[in-house]
Structure formats: C-alpha cells, structure tokens
C-alpha cells in the first residue's frame, strides 16, 4: 500500500471563512509534507513534520496552520486565505530510516480562494 | 538550499520519437527521484536512483545517475501520446528531510 489520501479533492472558500485540509497515510512514513503548486509549475515545499514533530516551516504565511495529531495524520488549517493562495495543495509522506527515501504524494486538494 | 536544474522546460514532439529530460546540479544528493504529473493529480513516482552510474529501465524509460550523484537523466523511446505530462526531478539532501524539486519539464507527445 503506497497510498496516500486527502480529502477533500475540491474546495471553494471565502476569504473569511475557516477550512482545513486532510492527509492521511498508513505506511509507518514518519515525514510528512505539505506542498502548494500552481498550475505548471513545480511544487513549493511549505511545512515538513518529521516524528510529529515540525521540522521545517518555509517561512509560510501564518493564515496556514499545519496539524499533525498522530503519525497518520496530517492537516492544514486554513484562514483568511487571499485569491492568490488558490492552487494544488499536496500532501506527501516519507520513510526516513533510510537513504533510498522516496516520497509519496496523495492526488491533492485543488482549492479555489474567492 | 541545494538547487536542481531541469530542462528543457518545455518539450513537444511527435509520436515515435525518442526525448532526453536532464536534471542537474553542483551539489550532491543522497538520492534521487522521477516523478510523472497529469494536470490536477498529485505527482507520481517513477524510480528512484541511489548509487553513482545507476541505470534504471522502465519500460520505454531509461533513467540514469550520474558518477558523482549530481546530475540524472530520463531517456523515452519511442515516446507516446499517454507519456504527455509534467516530469518532475527531486532530490533528497542528506539527512535532512528536505525533498528539492527541479522546474520540471512539461511534455506534449502528439499523435
């Protein structure tokens, strides 16, 4: 199983509103990612959490607000979001243990900001 | 931050014909990997390469590392319309949990 799944594959919000975005993995993967890519171009890395713990924050905008209740788990939480946040948000996970460490992405969350 | 060149960034060819992909960079990486991307999924990954001078084949894909571990190279033979989409090279630096993306390179194949 190199599943994983997030939910929810669309979303459309307001620039008030308050959403949150999930992930989820049972691979025993103990990195977890966020990445945000606009459309042709690469993904640009956000927030990595390493044991549950974050370990990396590229200097994302606090309107973002990453979660990882346990070691399957991952979420976004999102709030006061500007139209130029819209893109494809994706969730990856990672074995750490080793070199060959390839990371496996869910199919995203294509999220409209309006 | 270790960067990673990709190119070309664009690529349109015919049906049957065969394309390079490079990837390059001045900094070593412990491995790395291919990813293939259809508009509005998530990327999926192709292979990954970990030792110098590594060659992988998949299928209509040779994927190659290079001796020093900078630099990497996807070959498609005989491509096909179904290989359309976004080639992504990543690299992982060290122990550091970081996955460093190239630009990616976007491929047409038309019938």
């Known amino acids: 199983d190199t599943e994983v799944t997030q939910t929810p594959k669309h979303l459309v919000m307001g620039m008030t509103n308050k959403k949150s975005l999930k992930c989820e993995q049972h691979m025993g993967h103990r990195a977890m990612y966020w990445y945000k890519q606009k459309a042709k171009k690469p993904p640009e890395l956000m927030f990595v959490y390493s044991y549950e713990k974050l370990s990396i924050n590229e200097s994302v905008p606090s309107r973002f607000s990453p979660e990882c209740p346990n070691s399957s788990l991952l979420n976004l939480h999102l709030h006061a979001l500007q139209p130029e946040d819209s893109a494809l948000y994706l969730c990856?996970?990672?074995?750490?243990?080793?070199?060959?460490?390839?990371?496996?992405f869910g199919q995203g969350t294509r999220l409209t900001v309006v | 931050t270790q960067l990673l060149e990709q190119s070309p960034q664009f690529l349109s060819i015919q049906e049957g014909e065969n394309l390079t992909v490079y990837c390059n960079s001045s900094s070593v990486f412990s491995s790395l990997q291919w990813y293939r991307q259809e508009p509005g999924e998530g990327p999926v990954l192709l292979v990954t390469?970990?030792?110098?001078?590594e060659v992988k084949k998949l299928k209509r894909l040779t994927f190659q590392f290079g001796d020093a571990r900078k630099d990497s190279s996807l070959h498609i033979t005989a491509a096909q319309p179904g290989d359309t989409g976004l080639y992504l090279c990543a690299g992982a630096e060290g122990s550091n949990y970081k996955l460093t993306f190239g630009k990616g390179t976007l491929l047409t194949v038309n019938p």
């Open positions: 990856a996970s990672r074995r750490v243990q080793e070199i060959r460490t390839e990371a496996f």
């Open positions: 390469v970990v030792t110098g001078g």
